[in-house]
């Protein structure tokens, strides 16, 4: 069976002339928390976009689970298990934090569940299901005490929190983490560290954009680097410490900024 919980083949993308992404192929060990870093503009965002559907690659492919899901919507993508949080949240800032949650499956478990044909009794069943299902995902993720908070008034770091708890309404296998880390506090970035590491013991697999280094060393392998739209190593965080591309790379980018 392929190890590969999601695998990128070949992939390329231009913006008009400039190459963003240059025949990148990256294989995303099922059960990993697999880091990738680069340096400003290396393209992860990118890379990211291509995988989710947000942008069609110009050239390569995306596999999940071994089928090919290439150029497939984020919304197909999401229900079939593949759930992505982006570097600046975006709630639904008037709505509350659990209206936020349950806003997920209407659109997505919904219909699975039974789509525009269902009776009104079972529509309201189908709402309490959500709903429960929305308080556990937030008592999970410690942002219960916030559930009827509007979303906009809440921290940037809880922020974070509430959209991994969106993307945990669709149970994804495979969870791709854009700078989770960024602009949120130590205390509740350990609190992110804890859930991303407990959600991983239950089976899923992390794909993490993040420039925090202690972050990737300390809870990512392997560790993936991107500079320039290609990948330059790919490794252990020893491994990554002592590479001599990978510092000139990234980690002398960063010394220089
Ligand atoms: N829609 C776009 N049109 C044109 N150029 C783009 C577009 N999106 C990204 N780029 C360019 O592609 C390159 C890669 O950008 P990308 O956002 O993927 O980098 P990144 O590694 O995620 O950077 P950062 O760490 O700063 O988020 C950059 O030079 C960027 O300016």
């Known amino acids: 069976m392929d190890e590969a919980a999601l695998a990128t083949h070949g992939l390329?993308?231009?913006f008009n002339a400039f190459r963003a992404l240059d025949d990148v192929?990256?294989?995303v060990r099922r059960g990993s928390i697999t880091g990738?870093?680069?340096?400003?503009?290396?393209?992860k965002t990118t890379l990211f976009n291509a995988i989710t559907g947000g942008l069609r690659p110009g050239r390569g492919k995306v596999t999940l689970a071994g089928l090919d899901v290439t150029g497939q919507t984020p919304d197909r993508l999401f229900a079939s298990g593949l759930g992505r949080t982006f570097q600046i949240p975006r709630p639904f800032s008037r709505m509350s934090v659990l209206e936020n949650l349950m806003l997920v499956p209407l659109s997505q478990i919904g219909e699975r569940l039974g789509g525009p044909f269902l009776s009104r009794?079972?529509?309201r069943v189908q709402e309490c299901t959500i709903r429960e299902h929305a308080l556990e995902v937030l008592d999970f993720m410690t942002l219960a005490p916030l559930a009827d908070h509007p979303a906009g008034k809440i921290s940037g770091g809880q922020m974070k929190l509430l959209?991994?708890?969106r993307v945990l309404m669709g149970d994804p296998q495979v969870i791709l983490l854009d700078e989770p880390a960024a602009g949120v506090n130590p205390?509740?970035?350990?609190?992110?560290?804890?859930k991303i590491e407990e959600l991983n013991r239950q089976g899923k697999t992390f794909l993490i954009i993040e420039h925090d280094m202690d972050f990737v060393m300390r809870h990512c392998d392997p560790i993936i680097a991107l500079a320039q739209g290609r990948v330059v190593f790919e490794g252990t965080a020893a491994e990554a410490q002592a590479d001599p591309v990978l510092l000139d790379a990234y980690l002398g980018a960063q010394a220089d900024a």
Do not use: C
């Open 12 to 14: 390329t993308h231009y």
């Open 25 to 27: 192929s990256i294989k």
């Open 36 to 43: 990738l870093i680069g340096p400003n503009g290396a393209g």
């Open 121 to 123: 009794h079972a529509m």
């Open 163 to 165: 959209e991994l708890a």
């Open 187 to 194: 205390t509740l970035t350990g609190t992110l560290i804890e």
